[in-house]
């Protein structure tokens, strides 16, 4: 079965500083013709940051679309600073955010945020043998940061009890539960 969908024109409704939002029309496999509103994202990283005891960094921050503060690993969005290289993207924020270098970086996935509406595609890395930076980089503008260090087993209760809703976090957490 045939399932692509063809763009026959394309609206541009917003450019802001973090999303583009687009509108296209399309003509879907059976003729009929649609219309497909998509948010456009640079890309984005995410964390899970793991200390020599083996807890990882967790950061509260107010999220403004849902209203409320949440429990998130570190993360942030790919910006012109990284030249499309995940890697320093990584770098930059840890440095940013938890003001930690890390000794090692693995690739753990990379997934699709909300395909629904949006082309956000996230890659998510751990970083161990984390050592203070020697030189901090600025937060973003309004960013306010609680940082916090939890257990495999404090991530996994806060995940059941709610308190961890963040879908990446989620993520982060399960992956870690299944390493030895």
């Known amino acids: 079965m045939d399932l692509e969908e063809h763009v026959e024109s394309t609206e541009d409704l917003y450019d802001g ?7 296209q029309r ?20 995410g964390i899970l940051a793991l200390t020599d005891d083996n807890k990882m960094i967790l950061e509260r921050q107010w999220r403004a679309p849902i209203a409320a503060a949440t429990l998130e690993i570190p993360a942030g969005k790919l910006d012109s600073r990284d030249a499309d290289n995940v890697e320093h993207a990584v770098i930059r924020e840890l440095n940013e955010e938890i003001r930690y270098q890390p000794g090692q970086l693995k690739r753990i996935t990379g997934f699709y945020s909300s395909v629904g509406f949006s082309d956000e595609y996230m890659t998510l890395f751990m970083a161990t043998d984390l ?9 973003d503008q309004g960013e306010n940061l609680e940082l916090m260090t939890v257990t495999k087993t404090e991530a996994q209760a806060m995940i059941e009890s709610g308190e961890i809703n963040d879908a990446k976090t989620i993520t982060a957490i399960y992956y870690w539960l299944l390493q030895k």
């Open 131 to 139: 050592k203070p930076v020697t030189t901090e980089l600025p937060r």
């Open 17 to 23: 500083v973090i999303v583009k939002l687009e509108r």
């Open 26 to 45: 399309v003509r879907l496999p059976n003729g009929d013709a649609a219309t497909r509103e998509i948010v456009r994202h640079a890309g984005a990283v």
